[in-house]
C-alpha cells in the first residue's frame, strides 16, 4: 500500500523525506509527497500554489533519483485534513510527517499538524525527527 508524507520546505522536512524514501524502497510501494496551500488571498494563492509545485516536484525528484516510485500532490486547504484526505484518496497504509521543535506553549497556542495528523489519522503515523 501507498505511503504519504506530510511535506513543507521547512528543515525536519527534510529528515522526514528522506526517512520515507528508505521507508517507500524498503517496502516497495508508491510514495506521494503532498504539501498544502492555505492562502485564502486570491492574488497571493498563484505564488504560493507555485512556490509549493516547485518545493514538492524537487522533493518528488530527489525520491525518484533515488530509485523510489514518487508521486507529488498539492492540496489545498488545512494541513491536516488535505493530509489525512490525500492519504485516504489514495489508500495509504502509513503516514510520514516531521516534527518541528515547538515549546509546549507553541503547541498549545498553534497546534501541531504531526500531533493531529496522529490523533486524527485512519492509519499508522510515523513522526521523524
Do not use: F, W
Amino acid at each position: 500500500m501507498p505511503v504519504v508524507l506530510a511535506y513543507d520546505d521547512k528543515s525536519p522536512a527534510e529528515k522526514a523525506l528522506n526517512y520515507a524514501i528508505k521507508h517507500a524502497l524498503a517496502h516497495n510501494t508508491v510514495l506521494y509527497i503532498v504539501s498544502t496551500v492555505a492562502t485564502k488571498d486570491l492574488v497571493d494563492r498563484d505564488n504560493d500554489v507555485r512556490s509549493v509545485k516547485d518545493y514538492v516536484e524537487a522533493a518528488r525528484q530527489i525520491a525518484a533519483d533515488a530509485g523510489a516510485d514518487a508521486r507529488s500532490l498539492v492540496e489545498t486547504g488545512h494541513p491536516v485534513d488535505a493530509v489525512i484526505a490525500a492519504a485516504r484518496r489514495v489508500e495509504a497504509d502509513t503516514i510520514i510527517v516531521g516534527r518541528h521543535d515547538k515549546t509546549a506553549v507553541d503547541r498549545l497556542m498553534l497546534g501541531s499538524v504531526s500531533e493531529k495528523i496522529i490523533r486524527n489519522a485512519h492509519c499508522t503515523v510515523i513522526v521523524v525527527q
